[in-house]
């Protein structure tokens, strides 16, 4: 089998730790994080099969990962699929097509693991964490049989009466969150007393937003932030903190399985990666 390339983009673990259970059982799997390569003009894929692993962000994919895809050549490939960190709306797969130039995803898949946009919600229990790692783990068998035998697949669709009620919520929704940057999250984050100035926030933030100065961490308001909340929830301390989110009474999340340095090797240039 041609070799199988797997794009990546995580901020607290989930999409990393699935793309890197893909690898431990499809030979010839290379991972290749989106921050890697978002600095070049087009992104060019030689591999025969690309699979796309992301999160979801305000119900469809992160903006970040929009951006790649616009850059995205996967012209050399003839099977694609598409995995997302969290289901949604199926939409976000319609979604990528349109932005594949010509191509279309032969198979999508929905995972869902544990939530952590703590500015809304609290993180989950470590019952609900436990049975996402072991419902992914179940649908692996399939992932990887439809993956190596280049079947179709797609997702079973929700009832008819979901599907209206995603299709009237989710596009307005998604479209405001967008167009306020996430109602300027960004300009919210801050470091509380309890900051220790590690500077694991600094080496953690996906987009170089994030500068410690004499001690504490700055967030430059000239960098566009990918709001991953990798800094929120890698804090050792919990001492990040989102204004009028009252995030400080929230707990913090990121997969187990994957550190901080684990998310900061997606910033490195991509021939490190690979080396």
Not at 114 to 142: D, G, H, R, W
Not at 153 to 170: A, D, T
Not at 226 to 232: E, I, P, Q
Not at 258 to 272: C, F, N, T
Request: glycine content about 6%; hydrophobic content about 35%.
């Amino acid at each position: 089998m041609n070799a199988i390339e797997i794009y990546y983009f995580s901020g607290t673990g989930n999409s990393l730790h699935i793309a890197r259970e893909l690898q431990e059982r499809i030979p010839g799997v290379s991972l290749i994080p989106i921050m890697s390569v978002m600095g070049e003009e087009t992104i060019r894929s030689g591999s025969d099969a690309v699979g796309l692993v992301f999160p979801i962000h305000a119900f469809t994919m992160p903006i970040v990962f929009k951006e790649f895809l616009k850059k995205a050549d996967f012209s050399s490939a003839s099977y694609l699929f598409a995995v997302s960190s969290r289901h949604s709306d199926l939409k976000v797969f319609t979604h990528i097509n349109r932005m594949l130039k010509g191509h279309k995803l032969d198979a999508c898949f929905g995972v869902e693991m544990p939530q952590n946009y703590i500015p809304v919600f609290e993180v989950e229990s470590e019952e609900k964490i436990a049975k996402c790692e072991s419902n992914l783990q179940e649908k692996l068998e399939t992932m990887v049989k439809v993956i190596t035998s280049r079947q179709p697949y797609q997702e079973e669709k929700l009832p008819l009466g979901m599907r209206i009620f995603i299709g009237i919520l989710f596009p307005p929704l998604t479209l405001f969150m967008h167009a306020t940057r996430y109602m300027g999250l960004q300009r919210g984050f801050y470091a509380d007393s309890r900051c220790t100035g590690c500077g694991i926030c600094e080496k953690v933030c996906l987009s170089g937003k994030i500068v410690t100065t004499d001690g504490k961490p700055c967030w430059s308001p000239d960098t566009d932030c990918t709001y991953c909340l990798a800094c929120v929830h890698y804090c050792p301390a919990k001492a990040i903190q989102i204004r009028g989110k009252r995030t400080w009474r929230h707990g913090r999340y990121h997969h187990p399985a994957v550190m901080a340095d684990d998310i900061a090797g997606q910033k490195q240039p991509l021939e490190e990666v690979t080396a």
